[in-house]
């Protein structure tokens, strides 16, 4: 083998032993100036769910125009049935909790039908001695017991939400319920004669 070919592999050996020496050298003085960190582990993280909160019943919005009419006594110059005593609370606790949890908007809407609502049940009661007159003494009965049972239900939702209701519902709700009762009060007393 000639000579310089043996220079050449004798250079590339110590050019690579030069080379390999310069970076342990290197990485020993990286080592040194800022170590490093040793591996982090990761643990896996266990989240526990939160406590569970009893949920509040869920409440269905009921339509409040049909949960009123059910307490009248009359509609379309019929006599009706009255619900139970829990049924009208229930209803009125639930147009009371639809109201709350109405947009503003809603609220609005709202109150402008319970507005008209109470005009309405006014205009009835008003012309009550008129619609007695042509009633059988059979529907008299049926009207003065429904007119008694309204009244009674009306009492009840009276007595049950008296400290659950705002201000602003009561003005909202209260027209309703004072022209209910009003027409209640000349229904019995018209179906008395």
């Known amino acids: 083998m000639e000579k310089k070919t043996v220079y050449t592999v004798v250079a590339v050996i110590v050019a690579a032993i030069l080379l390999v020496v310069g970076f342990v050298l290197l990485k020993h003085h990286k080592d040194r100036v ?3 960190p040793p591996p982090v582990v990761e643990t896996p993280v266990v989240e526990e769910p939160p406590p569970e909160e009893p949920q509040p019943r869920a409440r ?12 009248v006594p009359v509609q379309n110059n019929q006599v009706q049935g009255m619900p139970t005593r829990e049924e009208a609370v229930d209803a009125a606790r639930d147009i009371l909790y639809s109201y709350r949890e109405a947009t503003p908007q809603e609220k609005q809407q709202m109150a402008m039908a319970m507005n008209m609502a109470s005009y309405m049940i006014a205009g009835i009661a008003q012309s009550a001695g008129q619609f007695v007159q042509r009633m ?8 003065l017991k429904s007119s008694q049972a309204s009244q009674e239900l009306l009492n009840a ?9 705002t201000p602003e519902e009561t003005q909202v709700f209260g027209g309703v319920f004072q022209s209910l009762q009003y027409m209640n009060q000349t229904l019995l007393n018209s179906s008395q004669f």
């Open 60 to 71: 269905r919005r009921r339509d409040v125009s049909s949960s009123i009419s059910r307490v």
């Open 34 to 36: 800022a170590p490093t």
């Open 157 to 165: 939702i009276q007595e049950e939400m008296a400290f659950e209701v």
């Open 136 to 143: 059988t003494p059979e529907q008299r009965d049926q009207l």
